[in-house]
């Protein structure tokens, strides 16, 4: 790791970095200013994929990291060590050899365990409120995936970058950068049964889904449907229908002037209150909130 820093601070977001911290990073553009990027190398083929910045860190405590509303995708990958993120409300330990996808415009968080370092891999996008984001419905939150292919990957175009510049070496590595994202985040299921089951779901999110209709959509019994859920997505099939619903609201409050009471309903909730703290639960905010940000 060629760099080393005490103070990673950002406006707007809350950073708190130890001070034997050691990074590298590549920009996909020179637009952004920020102390701890602006003097990093840039390679515009990450842009050509809304690739805002990649890298990889090695961390020590204190080390924490808090986004109010991140504006873009967020993957990271465990190469060593273990740490926490805070993801769909509560935090959860990522530890070697998994990754942890992180949607857009919602609360995010993650950090050092006390005692412990962590290495991992970066790719945060730059996405729209209308644009299509990167998660799918059958995107996991976190699951074990190999992370030294993207390791290697971003430490190529880093080198690259820093040397011979060549724009068709560039954008290999830009592709399979973005390609192992692609891979992570919208992966191959053995079980089609499945991946039917939640593309039904995601298409009538307001339906009352229960685990006894679930396991009926699927053909399978609703004990196998969880095993099957929490090994693919890393969330209960419960878990995962309120996670479909709060993304259609969040994408019905950007693009539309309906009532919160009327995405309330079409959600699937019947209590405003309820679907407001379910809300603030999993995107970090309230829905007007939300709506006025």
Avoid at 91 to 96: F, G, Q, S, T
Avoid at 244 to 254: E, I, K, T, V
Wanted: proline share 5%; aromatic share 10%; net charge neutral.
């Amino acid at each position: 790791m060629p760099r080393n820093t005490t103070d990673l601070s950002e406006q707007d977001e809350a950073h708190v970095y130890g001070p034997n911290s050691e990074y590298l990073v590549v920009r996909g553009d020179d637009g952004d200013d920020r102390l701890w990027l602006k003097d990093e190398p840039v390679c515009l083929e990450l842009g050509h994929h809304h690739i805002a910045h990649v890298g990889l860190v090695e961390v020590k405590p204190p080390f924490n990291v808090v986004r109010e509303d991140q504006s873009g995708t967020f993957i990271l990958s465990c190469i060593k060590g273990e740490g926490r993120v805070l993801s769909e409300g509560s935090w959860r330990v990522i530890k070697e050899g998994q990754s942890c996808l992180l949607p857009p415009f919602v609360q995010n968080a993650f950090g050092c365990i006390p005692g412990k370092s962590w290495e991992y891999a970066w790719v945060r996008y730059h996405e729209s409120r209308e644009q299509n984001p990167i998660i799918s419905s059958n995107t996991p939150v976190i699951c074990h995936d190999d992370p030294h292919p993207l390791k290697y990957a971003i430490c190529g175009l880093h080198a690259e970058t820093k040397g011979a510049k060549s724009p068709a070496a560039m954008k290999l590595w830009s592709d399979l950068i973005h390609g192992y994202v692609v891979r992570f985040s919208q992966p191959h299921h053995g079980d089609r049964r499945l991946w039917k089951l939640w593309s039904s779901v995601e298409k009538n999110v307001g339906h009352v889904w229960s685990l006894d209709a679930l396991a009926a959509e699927a053909s399978v019994s609703k004990e196998h449907l969880r095993r099957l859920s929490l090994k693919e997505l890393g969330r209960s099939p419960m878990q995962h229908v309120t996670f479909l619903r709060m993304q259609r609201a969040a994408y019905l409050l950007a693009t539309t002037d309906e009532k919160v009471e009327t995405i309330c309903r079409d959600v699937g909730y019947e209590n405003l209150f309820t679907f407001s703290n379910a809300f603030k639960k999993w995107v970090g905010v309230r829905p007007s909130e939300y709506r006025r940000s």
